[in-house]
């Protein structure tokens, strides 16, 4: 029976050891909520981001994508209400003034039991002692300019989102869409969380991927296009090898909402670590962010419909994902310990499509120039032909015995692995090894390419 406990703890380990993410600046002692993504972890990454690429703007006709500043005057902020509203509930410690989000019952509990352990020798300060909740904004406020008086206020963007809504008349006059339409973007948004925890979920730096899909301002349709998007969003997780029971949909309370959501729902996914957690927010922010921009800004953000011949300001349907989220989601549901052959292995069973490394190949012997030779050959070919057509990551390893490698590959995901042998030098064939099974099955090297791209496709 899996250890449910430390599965985190082992998750952040393996990121740790194989190459996939490493806690920012740790030389110098780390910076609390922030990550940098090594080798692997930047190929998953990419490959999620990707599949979002595919999903929701290349693959429609009606989305648009755009790639917007991380940088943007306090007066966007201060139109789109998150100077004043994009908030949370703080409480200081009076004993050790740590602070904690008040709202966050785990981070409360963490604090009151790290107090009882190390003030236990001194009995007036076992218990913590909180203050009054006090309202914290979560924005990274910046200065730009070289001198002090004539320094201009920004920020960096809280949500991507206001990066899409400030440029939607440049949208209108350099791409005349008709309604509906969408815009997606990816990128990294940044919060002053008060407690960032649980590595890659509650980070201060972080990436999103967002839609916003404008439609005309009506209740029935809007909510048609609100139920199509929730769907779309759910589904597009599933596409990423999640099973039907890790992810489900809530509704947010009326005085949960965010304050630009007239309705909003969370994709969730059950964590290992902290139960059900959200991995997206699907919202429905009616006209808030243009009204709002088009009152702050002074600018006519208006749409004209020309069959109808009315102009009025359309609402915006959301549908905004973590990508760091989705990367340590997919992680928590791929990571597997078993037994193959007798040993103890560690697996992570991640869907191909999004498994940073795709092939390994191997020589068996790395002490037989012929194999070695062979085998450079078929990595070579594989690589030319399977690279440009689909962004493939395919990799060599002749280190250490044959065994040791397959468990390499095991642990970093690595679907499928082909060793050269012996038997490749007088038939031409290969062996397949498959990752979650550790089944080997001979392949002719002549029918690799296409072996592995239907394979792509089935999975
Ligand atoms: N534009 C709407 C918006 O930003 P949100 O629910 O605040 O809505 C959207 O954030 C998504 O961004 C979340 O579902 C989550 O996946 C991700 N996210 C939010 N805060 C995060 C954080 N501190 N660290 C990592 N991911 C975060």
Known sequence: MENVENKLEKIVSLAKRRGFIFQGSEIYGGLAGIYDYGPLGTELRHNIKQYFWDKFIAEREDVYGMSTAILMPKRVWEASGHTELFTDPLVECKICHERVRADQKDAIADHESAHKKDRSTDSRQEKAEWSEPKVFNLLVETKLGASEKSATEAYLRGEITQGVHVNFKNILDSMHPKLPFGIGQIGKAFRNEITPRDFLFRQREFEQMELQYYVRPDEKSSKEQFEYWKNFALEWYYGLGFKKESLRLRRHAPDERAHYAKDAWDIEYDTPFAGWKEAWG?????????????????????????DTKERFIPWDIEC??????AVLFALCEAYREDELGGEKRIYLSLKPQIAPVKIAVFPLLKNKP??????????????????????????????????????????????????????????????????????????????????????????
């Open 370 to 459: 012929e194999l070695v030779a062979k085998a450079r050959e078929v990595y070579i070919n594989l690589k030319r032909s399977m690279l440009h057509a689909s962004g493939f990551m395919i990799v060599w390893d002749d280190n250490g015995n044959i065994g040791k490698r397959y468990r390499r590959q095991d642990e970093i995901g690595t679907p499928w692995c082909v060793t050269i042998d012996f038997q490749t030098l007088e038939d031409s064939t290969v062996t397949v090894r498959d990752r979650d099974s550790g089944k080997q099955e001979r392949h002719k090297i002549k029918e690799l390419d296409k072996y592995f791209g239907e394979m792509l496709l089935k999975t």
């Open 282 to 306: 699907i919202h429905h922010r009616g006209d808030w962010d243009l009204r709002r921009h088009a009152e702050f800004s002074g600018q006519d953000i208006s749409y004209y419909d020309e």
């Open 320 to 325: 905004s994902g973590g990508v760091d989220r």
